[in-house]
C-alpha cells in the first residue's frame, strides 16, 4: 500500500489543504504539523481521522505559522509515519483573526496598533527578620498581556469580526512571524470598535473600524475539531459558494 500526502497552502484563505491518498476504507489516520513551534495534530486530526468510504483524507490546516516552513506528516494510530510532505513554504498572507473552533468566521484585517506588552511575575517577596535583603520566590513569567487594535475596512468585514466575536472565546491573530507580535491565541476583555478618522478626507470613514481587544491574555490553543457554525443555513450558501458543485471542493 502507497501513502501519498500533499499540503498545499492558499494565500486566499488563509489555510493549507492537505490530501492523503492510499488509505483503506475505515482507517484512522493522523495528520501533523511540524515547524518552530513544535509537532502538533492538526486541529480535524487531533482525535484521528476515520478513512471515508470512497476518495482521500481531504483536511485543511487555518493554524499554520505564515512566513516560514513546515512539515506534513501522515501516521497511522501507533505514530507511524506513512507518509509527509516536507519542507512546504507558508506564504505571508497578512493578518487575519480567526476564529479556530468556526474558520468560516475567519477576517483579514490590518495590525492597527499594540500598546505595550508585559509578561506578569508571579512571585512572593519575603522580608526575614535580621537580614537588609529580601527572599523571593518565583515561578516563570505569565504569557504576554496588553492592547491590540486590528482595522477593518468594509461593512462587511465589520459585520465579519463582530460575528467572530460574539460567542466570546478564544480567538487567533495570525500575523507574520518577522513583525513581532507577541499574541498568537487570545482571550480578550471588551473589544470596542471605534470609526477611524482621516485626515486627508477630513473626516470620519463611513464603513471602516478599529476593534480594540483590551486586556488581552495569550492563553493556550482550544481543544477539539472544527464545528458547523452554528448561524449558517441553507440560503447562506449561496453568497458564500457559487455552485452546488463547488461546495465538496471546498468543504470536507
Known amino acids: 500500500m502507497v501513502y501519498t500526502l500533499t499540503a498545499v497552502p492558499d494565500s486566499a484563505t488563509a489555510k493549507v489543504t492537505i490530501t492523503a491518498t492510499g488509505g483503506t476504507p475505515g482507517e484512522v489516520v493522523f495528520i501533523f504539523r511540524r515547524d518552530g513551534a513544535g509537532v502538533h495534530a ?25 512566513g516560514t516552513t513546515t512539515d506534513y506528516i501522515l501516521t497511522d494510530v501507533d505514530g507511524v509515519t ?12 497578512g493578518t487575519w ?14 495590525l492597527s496598533g499594540i500598546e505595550p506588552v508585559t509578561y506578569p511575575a508571579r512571585r512572593a517577596v519575603f522580608y526575614v527578620d535580621g537580614s537588609d535583603v529580601a527572599t523571593a520566590l518565583a515561578d516563570v513569567r505569565g504569557g504576554p498581556q496588553g492592547e491590540f487594535s486590528l482595522a477593518v475596512l468594509t461593512a ?97
Not at 492538526?42 to 505559522?65: F, K, L, Q, T
Not at 479556530?100 to 483579514?108: D, E, H, I, T, W
Not at 460567542?167 to 507574520?176: E, K, R, Y
Request: aromatic fraction near 12%; charged fraction near 20%; charge should be negative.
Open 97 to 110: 483573526l480567526k476564529s479556530p473552533s468556526f474558520p468560516a468566521r475567519n477576517v483579514k484585517c490590518y
Open 42 to 66: 492538526i486541529r480535524d486530526s487531533a482525535e484521528g481521522v476515520e478513512w471515508p468510504a470512497v476518495g482521500d483524507v481531504v483536511e485543511d490546516d487555518y493554524e499554520a505559522y505564515q
Open 82 to 93: 506513512l507518509a509527509s510532505d516536507l519542507n512546504v513554504t507558508i506564504p505571508a498572507w
Open 156 to 252: 462587511a468585514d465589520v459585520a465579519a469580526m463582530r460575528s467572530l466575536l460574539q460567542d466570546g472565546q478564544t480567538v487567533m491573530l495570525d500575523a507574520h512571524p518577522d513583525w513581532g507580535v507577541d499574541f498568537r491565541y487570545v482571550s480578550a476583555g471588551a473589544v470596542p470598535a471605534v470609526r477611524p478618522f482621516y485626515l486627508d478626507g477630513l473626516g470620519l470613514d463611513q464603513a471602516a473600524r478599529v476593534f480594540v481587544f483590551t486586556e488581552a491574555v495569550e492563553v493556550d490553543p482550544p481543544i477539539g475539531p472544527t464545528s458547523v457554525d452554528p448561524t449558517w443555513t441553507y440560503s447562506v450558501i449561496p453568497t458564500v459558494i457559487g455552485a452546488y458543485a463547488a461546495i465538496p471542493v471546498e468543504y470536507a
